[in-house]
């Protein structure tokens, strides 16, 4: 069973930028996509990022170009460098994990608030 704790969210200024790191506990190497989703104030909640299993990344439309999202086999966990940051950007992000075989993402970390203000 996985658990995955978010950290790193809060307060910026429009052009800042900001890291969110989640950490997995538990048997990652059953994991086939790990990544971030955010859900914005009366919206549905969006696929940001992603890394597979072979070390590919996957991005949003809005999140292309100025987003990164990364791996860290050593720490076992993952990480979403934000730049370029806009108010639109404002929402709880949530890390979130796919098992290997599963179609939908199975296990979400409890989110990390990001504010972007104007």
């Known amino acids: 069973q996985e658990q995955l704790v978010e950290s790193g969210g809060g307060l910026v200024q429009a052009g800042g930028s900001l890291r969110l790191s989640c950490a997995f506990s538990?048997?990652?190497?059953?994991?086939?996509?790990r990544g971030w989703f955010r859900q914005a104030p009366g919206k549905e909640r969006e696929f940001v990022a992603a890394v597979t299993r072979t070390d590919s990344r996957i991005y949003s439309d809005s999140a292309k170009g100025r987003f990164t999202v990364s791996w860290d086999n050593a720490k076992n966990g993952v990480y979403l460098q934000m730049n370029s940051l806009k108010p639109e950007d404002t929402a709880v992000y949530y890390c979130?994990?796919?098992?290997?075989?599963?179609?939908?993402?199975?296990?979400w970390g409890q989110g990390t608030q990001v504010t972007v203000s104007s």
């Open positions: 979130a994990a796919r098992s290997v075989g599963s179609t939908d993402y199975n296990y």
């Open positions: 538990g048997r990652t190497l059953s994991l086939d996509r």
